[in-house]
């Protein structure tokens, strides 16, 4: 009922910028929450940024000042700016919506194909 693509990724050098952005559609009447997780290989999946529809926003502490979230609730879009890229911040970038259920890809455990971000030193 609701499908989530994200784009953006791909390869930058330490201290360099992405861009990316995530689009929702389907069956929803209402996305409360959007944020983005990632997962770098061989470790958890972890919590990246999130962004209410009013506009409040909330940042993991490593990426706190380096990060920013937003959207375009009319669009049911999500996009976060990446500065100052650090080799740790290579992952696979997945974004989420929280609607009236719940956390439609993490109440679930499926997260798709996500957008690969690597950061060469």
């Known amino acids: 009922q609701v499908q989530l693509v994200e784009s953006g990724g791909g390869l930058v050098q330490a201290g360099g910028s992405l861009r990316l952005s995530c689009a929702a559609s389907?069956?929803?009447?209402?996305?409360?929450?959007m944020g983005w997780y990632r997962q770098a290989p061989g470790k958890q999946r972890e919590f990246v940024a999130t962004?209410?529809?009013?506009?409040?926003?909330n940042y993991a502490d490593s990426v706190k000042g380096r990060f920013t979230i937003s959207r375009d609730n009319a669009k049911n879009t999500a996009s976060l700016q990446m500065n100052n890229l650090k080799p740790e911040d290579t992952a696979v970038y997945y974004c989420d919506v929280r609607i009236h259920s719940g956390w439609y890809r993490r109440d679930s455990d499926s997260w798709g194909q996500g957008t690969q971000v690597t950061v060469s030193s």
């Open positions: 962004i209410t529809t009013g506009g409040s926003t």
């Open positions: 389907g069956s929803i009447f209402s996305i409360n929450v």
